[in-house]
């Protein structure tokens, strides 16, 4: 009787403990989701619109007219 008492109370609080450890996995998950999608967006972004990387063709210079 004791060591169905013991049981039914381990089962009950190892239950409560893997909902809780389900539950902070989750949260940080959604969190570094989140976040990580944010700084992807705005290292694409900086990649994207980066001043020295278009420059219009009549402007750009080659190693040789810089020497000149």
């Given at each position: 009787m004791i060591d169905e008492m013991f049981d039914r109370t381990y089962q009950?609080?190892?239950?409560?403990?893997?909902?809780?450890?389900?539950?902070?996995?989750?949260?940080?998950?959604?969190?570094?989701?989140?976040?990580l999608g944010k700084s992807m967006t705005m290292l694409h972004r900086l990649e994207w619109s980066a001043p020295w990387a278009a420059r219009p063709a009549g402007r750009r210079q080659t190693d040789r007219a810089r020497a000149a």
């Open positions: 009950a609080g190892r239950a409560d403990l893997n909902a809780g450890i389900d539950r902070a996995v989750a949260a940080v998950s959604r969190t570094f989701r989140r976040e």
